[in-house]
């Protein structure tokens, strides 16, 4: 059986997967990269890039290229209807890039991987992670590819294998948490009443929706729906966008790509466990509710470069204790706002639902409250 040798392990070569392996390449660490998948997917989830991730990827290289590829959105509304109950201008923010970036996920990775391209690595596909065991030295893991199986020993190995992580299972890390039950996604293009310049998040008593523009005259739609069709149609998002966005206006003419997924809210219990390490959606998940989900899990991932390099230049797991503290720590207040975000938004009854619009509303003219929540979407806060 084939052996190799390396510094680190990363398994999963997702947003998070391929931005720890960057910055890794930066520092001159050696690594393998593998991915269960024969070829990256075509089709994605997240779609923002808020601008404190932004700066993180500025310092990948990739930033630049990002943006000259997405649009730049300024504004986030939570509207009930045509009401808009709280608006956020993220170009108030004095900061070096003041918007949030719409840009879906596969091309974020094809950008990715192709600046690890540049520094000379490839991710080896499709490699799936059998097992592993932990050594004097590290890990002994054991992995399935076209070849047939091999061995990586490594110093350490990182979980970015999403939330169903064999890493994270392996170290039996408990992620214990609960479910938002199942959403609606698609991609369309539609006769849309409200400016391209906005993501709008629109509360009703039957879950949220989110509708955000993208390049091409497209447009992202994600709903929290009961029982969500595993493939909507046209005449699906056509009537949650009826029963849910503005009155009229709203007309899709083409569903371009559409699924459904769960949504759940876990941490897991620790982010480090000896020669092991968690990031990304391996360590944490959370509703979809004000776009967290993979700018969290690319800031975790800046983070965990420099703090693996840390740790191998000066032989000590100090910088990956730190990362473990700061990054659960970080990814714990993401999920209590996501979670207070998403009830608050899925408030039933008319007396209920009247003083909570009435209270966002008058915190909408506070500027001091504006700006607050524009920092904590653009990963500030």
């Not at 876990?266 to 979809?288: E, N, Q, T, Y």
């Not at 740790?311 to 730190?322: E, R, S």
Request: aromatic fraction near 6%; glycine fraction near 10%; hydrophobic fraction near 45%.
């Amino acid at each position: 059986m084939d052996r190799i040798s390396t510094r680190v392990l990363i398994v999963g070569a997702g947003p998070a997967g391929l931005a720890t392996a960057i910055g890794l390449a930066q520092q001159g660490v050696d690594f393998v990269i593998v991915d269960a998948l024969g070829a990256a997917q075509n089709t994605s989830r997240a779609a923002v890039v808020h601008s404190a991730t932004l700066d993180s990827l500025r310092a990948l290289g990739v930033a630049d290229r990002m943006i000259a590829q997405g649009i730049k959105v300024p504004f986030f509304r939570v509207r009930e209807r045509d009401a808009v109950l709280f608006q956020t201008d993220f170009s108030v923010l004095e900061v070096p890039m003041p918007f949030a970036l719409m840009i879906p996920q596969d091309e974020t990775e094809a950008i990715m991987t192709a600046r690890l391209a540049e520094l000379g690595h490839e991710v080896r596909r499709p490699v799936r992670l059998t097992g592993y065991a932990r050594t004097a030295q590290g890990v002994l893991a054991t992995c399935e590819g076209e070849g047939g199986p091999f061995v990586v020993e490594a110093r350490y190995i990182v979980g970015a294998d999403g939330e169903k992580s064999a890493v994270r299972a392996g170290a039996g890390i408990g992620f214990p948490g609960d479910t938002y039950g199942s959403f609606v996604l698609a991609d369309v293009r539609m006769d849309w009443p409200i400016e391209r310049t906005e993501v709008s998040l629109f509360f009703a008593g039957a879950g949220t929706l989110v509708v955000a523009p993208m390049s091409n005259d497209r447009y992202r739609v994600v709903a929290q729906e009961a029982n969500a069709p595993p493939e909507p149609s046209l005449g699906d998002v056509q009537r949650i966008l009826d029963e849910r966005g503005p009155r009229g206006g709203a007309r899709v003419r083409e569903v371009l790509w559409g699924s459904r997924f769960q949504v759940h809210h876990k941490i897991a219990d620790r982010l480090h466990d000896g020669p092991v390490v968690l990031v990304g959606d391996a360590a944490h998940v959370h509703s979809p509710a004000g776009g967290q989900g993979m700018n969290l899990g690319l800031r975790d991932a800046a983070a965990l470069a420099r703090a693996l390099g840390d740790a191998l230049g000066q032989g000590t797991d100090a910088p990956l204790a730190a990362y473990a503290r700061e990054r659960r720590a970080a990814a714990a207040r993401v999920l209590r706002m996501t979670d207070r975000l998403t009830r608050v938004a899925t408030r039933t009854g008319g007396p209920v639902r009247w003083i909570r619009n009435r209270l966002i509303s008058v915190a909408s003219h506070v500027p001091a409250l504006r700006r607050a929540a524009a920092r904590t979407l653009a990963g500030f806060g």
